[in-house]
């Protein structure tokens, strides 16, 4: 359809006259809505109705016209700019809008004379008969005149309706896809607090997130076609930005921030996380982060390094981390003790901690007394009475060892020379042995002739014993034992991979018992040797 007039003319003569609410009425009536918006937001500076006609358009269309006034509004309407982004991010339905008052007339010139929009042939029709009306008494030449305009206003094409009611219940029904906040996340650039509440409303109202670390999730109503993967990149970014807010803001925002790390259902970067504790100096954060990566031996170094640059109880926060890391990583004592006895002053304040670590490094036996001593004659700093009563404790433990030791080593010796003698004179063919056995090995009672006897001192009936028996019935099982392992043995001894990998892993002790299951022996040597 074609109007009498040209539109962009029209809007373009009215803003250049002053007349905004001409303008603004035109770009209503005609869905010019960028037309409208930048009227009312450059030129009338009438924000209020700007986000009352942005939420009428709904989610997509305010989307486009957002990301250029979102600025601009934020800066002169924070609050409601801030509600309505949330509101566009968070309903899965059309925004709600109040019904639309019934428009203002126009306003009319000075001297009583028609609209000007009269003139536009916006509402000819109106003005037809308030013109007929004032003109009744004249003649009535000028009323047919005034009916002609009329029937010809009334055959031009009426301009394009503004949706019913009934269309606008329609689009209430029908679903809204919510866009990403991220989109609006540059249009907080000078608005922090209004940032902080739009993107913990949105994790609130979108996905039931919130900083308090509750047991179960919050009730939302889900997006059965929204993308589980965008969705889980829009989570991250909320939780990374609101933890850098909170960090930014000092103040009760600390405890947020730490609220934020403790919550294990929070989707955050642990890694992003660890970087902006590290750039803000947030040492809480750091030492939470860092223990929950496993990594207690960096949040010693980081007290350590604290105490050399002089922050004041870092070397007493040194101590209290290792008794809470200590009993699960006993490797840091050793650690420890190397900081404790570095300087003079940390010796002198920590002297009983010294003890204790020392004791629990004897415990434990994390190092030997040779490490022991190394590590505190590397220095000046420890003297030989600090360790006087651990190294006294050390050598007669030692000397313990060594005394029981060489008693074994005795008790092996004579177990051995016993051995090889009864050896000898079973191997012997002319030796000859009295056997003076009267109980019988299997029931203890009297032996009686005929007898056989064995050479392990065992005796039996004669008839007793299977015929052509030549073993006795008491060690065959152990005999047979003996021989399985030392078969084994045998078969292992070809596997020197195995053995290699044996030696890898437990050194002198694996090493000593292949050695005991006669992997290294010279005569299997000279056994394969020969074939």
């Not at 009611?165 to 919510?178: E, W």
């Not at 009936?461 to 084994?488: D, F, K, T, Y």
Request: proline residues 5%.
């Amino acid at each position: 359809m074609e109007l009498p007039f040209d539109l962009d003319t029209a809007i373009c003569v009215c803003c250049q006259a002053g007349y905004f609410e001409h303008a603004s009425y035109l770009a209503k009536k005609y869905e010019r809505h960028e037309d409208y918006l930048r009227i009312q937001i450059e030129d009338a500076g009438n924000y209020k109705d700007a986000l009352t006609y942005l939420r009428r358009l709904g989610a997509e269309a305010a989307e486009s016209n957002l990301a250029r006034y979102g600025c601009a509004m934020l800066d002169n309407s924070p609050d409601e700019t801030t509600d309505l982004l949330i509101d566009i991010c968070t309903s899965l339905t059309p925004l709600s809008v109040e019904a639309d008052e019934e428009e203002a007339a126009p306003a009319t010139q000075s001297g009583g004379g028609t609209s000007y929009l009269s003139y536009l042939a916006l509402n000819r029709a109106s003005a037809a008969e308030s013109n007929a009306q004032t003109n009744r008494t004249k003649a009535p030449e000028p009323i047919a005149r005034q009916d002609s305009a009329h029937a010809a206003s009334q055959t031009s094409t009426p301009p394009p309706a503004t949706p019913t009611t009934a269309t606008a219940v329609k689009q209430l029904a029908s679903s809204v896809k919510c866009p990403s906040p991220r989109l609006y996340f540059a249009h907080f650039v000078d608005h922090p607090q209004h940032f902080v509440r739009f993107l913990e409303t949105v994790s609130r109202k979108r996905w039931g997130q919130t900083v308090e670390n509750i047991s179960e999730p919050l009730a939302v109503e889900a997006d059965p076609d929204a993308d589980v993967q965008a969705e889980a990149r829009d989570q991250a970014a909320v939780w990374n930005t609101l933890f850098e807010l909170y960090l930014a803001q000092p103040g009760d925002d600390d405890a947020k921030a730490l609220a934020v790390l403790q919550n294990m259902r929070l989707p955050y970067d642990p890694t992003h996380a660890l970087i902006l504790c590290s750039t803000r100096s947030y040492t809480p954060g750091l030492v939470l982060l860092w223990e929950r990566m496993g990594m207690q031996e960096d949040v010693l170094w980081f007290f350590m390094d604290r105490d050399q640059e002089g922050k004041a109880g870092a070397s007493g926060e040194v101590v209290r981390r290792l008794d809470q890391y200590g009993p699960g990583r006993p490797q840091l004592y050793p650690l420890v003790l190397r900081f404790l006895t570095s300087t003079p002053a940390l010796l002198a304040k920590h002297r009983e901690d010294v003890r204790r670590v020392l004791r629990v490094i004897d415990e434990e036996k994390l190092m030997p007394p040779v490490s022991v001593v190394q590590v505190l004659s590397r220095n000046s700093v420890a003297s030989v009475g600090l360790v006087k009563e651990w190294l006294m404790l050390r050598i007669k433990s030692v000397r313990e060892e060594v005394d029981m030791d060489q008693k074994l080593i005795a008790s092996y010796r004579t177990e051995t020379e016993a051995k090889l003698r009864q050896v000898e004179e079973l191997s012997d063919p002319d030796h000859l042995r009295v056997f003076h056995v009267t109980q019988y090995s299997a029931c203890q009672g009297g032996l009686d002739l005929p007898a056989v006897h064995f050479m392990c001192n065992h005796s039996y009936h004669q008839q007793c014993l299977p015929q052509n028996e030549m073993e006795c019935p008491n060690c065959a099982r152990e005999h047979g034992i003996v021989r399985e392992i030392r078969r084994n043995n045998e078969r292992l001894a070809d596997q020197h991979e195995l053995f290699l990998s044996e030696v890898r892993e437990g050194g002198f002790d694996a090493l000593s018992t292949g050695f005991s299951r006669g992997v290294l022996n010279l005569s299997r040597v000279e056994e394969t040797g020969s074939l």
